[in-house]
T-cell receptor, first 114, second 113 residues
Framework: DAGVTQSPTHLIKTRGQHVTLRCSPI?????VSWYQQVLGQGPQFIFQ???????GRGNFPDRFSARQFPNYSSELNVNALLLGDSALYLC?????????????FGNGTRLTVT | QKEVEQNSGPLSVPEGAIASLNCTYS??????FFWYRQYSGKSPELIMS????GDKEDGRFTAQLNKASQYVSLLIRDSQPSDSATYLC?????????????FGQGTTLQVKP
């Protein structure tokens, strides 16, 4: 069975640009969460979606937005990119709400902002 | 005070030894605790979960939880060079209870042949 798939795997953008990251959860999983991992740190929670509804948002500016589609895939959008947005962006899926089922992470999208 | 704290290491142990990784957390209402292994350049991989006080064993791994002391640990027996990675402690539940994971910064483990 396919795991959580994320695209693209690597991305280079310029300050001020916009980026869209995509995630397909494991088949049958209804919840998607997004995390940002800066080099040398643990992942930080950005968003959580369950059944297409936003259930949680981390301490990130409004430049960050996300949505979940009817097929449970998800997009993370970041506007007006800053150098500090350079990080590994991780998507994780779970069968039910994350507090009731473990998270499975994708391989991530490495974003570099120059 | 950080919500989840780990010693960043590196922790260096010889092959075959026991590696002991520690984690403390600040939210006393936290309910679920996880250890993830992350190889360099890769995504986190869940290796252990623990929900109640005491020990939980899975192969060479043992997770220990003490909610009164707000302390979680991971023991790796018979450490192998392939265990060399960053180990992330993650905590779930607590005051927000949205299911989000709060991660520590990770402990780098080096197992030397």
């Amino acid at each position: 069975d396919a795991g959580v798939t994320q695209s693209p795997t690597h991305l280079i953008k310029t300050r001020g640009q916009h980026v869209t990251l995509r995630c397909s959860p494991i088949s049958g999983h209804k919840s998607v969460s997004w995390y940002q991992q800066v080099l040398g740190q643990g992942p930080q929670f950005i968003f959580q979606y369950y059944e297409k509804e936003e259930r949680g948002r981390g301490n990130f500016p409004d430049r960050f937005s996300a949505r979940q589609f009817p097929n449970y895939s998800s997009e993370l959008n970041v506007n007006a990119l800053l150098l500090g947005d350079s990080a590994l962006y991780l998507c994780a899926s779970s069968f039910a709400t994350p507090e009731n089922s473990p998270l499975h992470f994708g391989n991530g999208t490495r974003l570099t902002v120059t | 005070q950080k919500e989840v704290e780990q010693n960043s290491g590196p922790l260096s142990v010889p092959e075959g030894a026991i590696a002991s990784l520690n984690c403390t957390y600040s939210d006393r209402g936290s309910q679920s605790f996880f250890w993830y292994r992350q190889y360099s350049g890769k995504s986190p991989e869940l290796i252990m979960s623990i929900y109640s006080n005491g020990d939980k064993e899975d192969g060479r791994f043992t997770a220990q939880l003490n909610k009164a002391s707000q302390y979680v640990s991971l023991l790796i027996r018979d450490s192998q060079p392939s265990d060399s990675a960053t180990y992330l402690c993650a905590v779930q539940g607590g005051s927000s209870n949205t299911g989000k994971l709060i991660f520590g910064q990770g402990t780098t483990l080096q197992v030397k042949p």
